[in-house]
């Protein structure tokens, strides 16, 4: 079975500009959540969905939002690309919402 | 907030001593989870915690979570070279599924 996937696994934006993650779930999983991960620091949370639905948000400015699709799969968008938005962007998956979480690679944002 | 506090930051270990990352919650926990992340990879789980006073080991990890469960630990024996990365811990409030990540404990591994 293929783990969480990410894409793409890097990406070069400019400020101001509009990004678009997208992760792929392992399969039979139900709950996404994404991250951010700065250098030196631990994962934050940003948002998460269960069921298609968003069960979770962390202290992320509304330039950030995501859904989940009927497939479970995932995208994070973040408009209006600030210079401190550059960092690892981790997705991971879980079958339930309190349960371990399998992580993807990772997208790398930087934003120039 | 919930803050999930780990110390200490950094750990540097001689090749087969043992050592001991710290994490505490401001917050009763109904769980929490312990990952590693090595240099340039991504977490990837070791252990998820849920009763009051639970211990756990897998080979030379040991992982304790508090009687009042807002604390836990991890303690490696006999440290080896697979050891080095990041270690975190993460809790889950009772009332969310937030899952909060301390800053993590940073091994490197002398040998």
């Known amino acids: 079975d293929a783990g969480v996937t990410q894409s793409p696994t890097h990406l070069i934006k400019t400020r101001g500009q509009h990004v678009t993650l997208r992760c792929s779930p392992i399969?039979?999983?139900?709950?996404v959540s994404w991250y951010q991960q700065v250098l030196g620091q631990g994962p934050q949370f940003i948002f998460q969905y269960y069921e298609k639905e968003e069960r979770g948000r962390g202290n992320f400015p509304d330039r950030f939002s995501a859904r989940q699709f009927p497939n479970y799969s995932s995208e994070l968008n973040v408009n209006a690309l600030l210079l401190g938005d550059s960092a690892l962007y981790l997705c991971a998956s879980s079958l339930d919402m309190n349960t371990e979480a399998f992580f993807g690679q990772g997208t790398r944002l930087t934003v120039v | 907030g919930q803050q999930v506090m780990q110390i200490p930051q950094y750990q540097h270990v001689q090749e087969g001593e043992d050592f001991t990352t710290y994490c505490n919650s401001s917050t009763t926990l109904s769980n929490i989870q312990w990952y590693k992340q090595r240099p340039g990879g991504h977490p990837v789980f070791l252990i998820q915690l849920v009763k009051s006073g639970e211990v756990k080991k897998q080979k030379r990890l040991t992982f304790q979570f508090g009687e009042a469960k807002k604390n836990s630990s991890l303690h490696i024996t006999a440290t080896q070279t697979t050891d080095v990365g990041t270690y975190f811990c993460?809790?889950?409030?009772?009332?969310?599924?937030?899952?909060?990540f301390g800053a993590g404990t940073t091994v490197t591994v002398r040998a």
């Open positions: 993460a809790g889950i409030r009772s009332n969310d599924y937030k899952l909060s």
């Open positions: 399969s039979g999983h139900k709950s």
